[in-house]
């Protein structure tokens, strides 16, 4: 009997101390449903670490793929407009441009320096006008009405002084007291008995002191 009441004591006790188990275990239910927020929290942090440096990987290739690229460049500034044309002062052209001019020779040159220049009168009204070239040693530009020549000396065995323009197949022929100009191609000439002041004092002087004759001819026929 008394056995029997200690196990009865001992059957109370065991079920209290069941019954109170579920108890003691609650607050680590709670301290688990607590935490979860917790874990919950880390990832959202980890989350928005892992977005914040994967903007900054972004930025940082794209500053790096704008330093390697090259910089656009304005068209606008790269074609420059063709610069304004300048006028030039258009010198005198020369009277006829010979094919195949030349340079003159120390002798054509010396020829050259006997020329008369300047405005010549002429018989029948004509002139002529003469002038060197200044942009070539030795030519000279010959004009008049209707007609306009370049000219350069040509030596002659008879020491007179010859100016052609072999293109147009001119002569200007100058003697001590008067020059002429002629048309080979046509056999004329275009001007004669021109003169210039150094002409005309020659030419008088033949007048009044005439050269000897080459042959005396007086008595002869007796």
Request: proline share 8%; charged share 20%.
């Amino acid at each position: 009997m008394f056995k029997t009441a200690i196990l009865m004591v001992w059957v109370l006790l065991t079920g209290s101390a069941c019954a109170q188990a579920p108890v003691k275990n609650a607050p680590s239910s709670a301290t688990k449903v607590r935490t979860a927020p917790s874990v919950s929290s880390s990832h959202a942090s980890a989350d928005v670490t892992a977005s914040l440096q994967a903007q900054a990987n972004a930025q940082a290739l794209a500053s790096v793929q704008a330093k390697s690229s090259p910089a656009p460049v304005n068209a606008a500034v790269q074609v420059s407009s063709p610069p304004s044309p300048v006028a030039v002062p258009s010198a005198l052209p020369p009277a006829r441009l010979a094919s195949g001019d030349r340079a003159m020779g120390a002798e054509e040159l010396a020829i050259a320096d006997r020329v008369h220049q300047g405005h010549l009168a002429c018989e029948l009204g004509a002139t002529v006008r003469l002038d060197a070239d200044p942009s070539q040693p030795g030519y000279f530009n010959v004009r008049g009405k209707g007609f306009r020549y370049r000219m350069h000396p040509v030596a002659t065995s008879t020491g007179a002084i010859r100016l052609e323009d072999k293109k147009a197949g001119a002569v200007w022929l100058q003697l001590a007291n008067k020059s002429m100009l002629m048309d080979q191609n046509k056999g004329r000439r275009i001007a004669d008995e021109c003169a210039h002041p150094e002409q005309v004092v020659f030419a008088q002087d033949m007048k009044h002191n005439p050269p000897p004759k080459l042959f005396d001819t007086t008595g002869m026929g007796r």
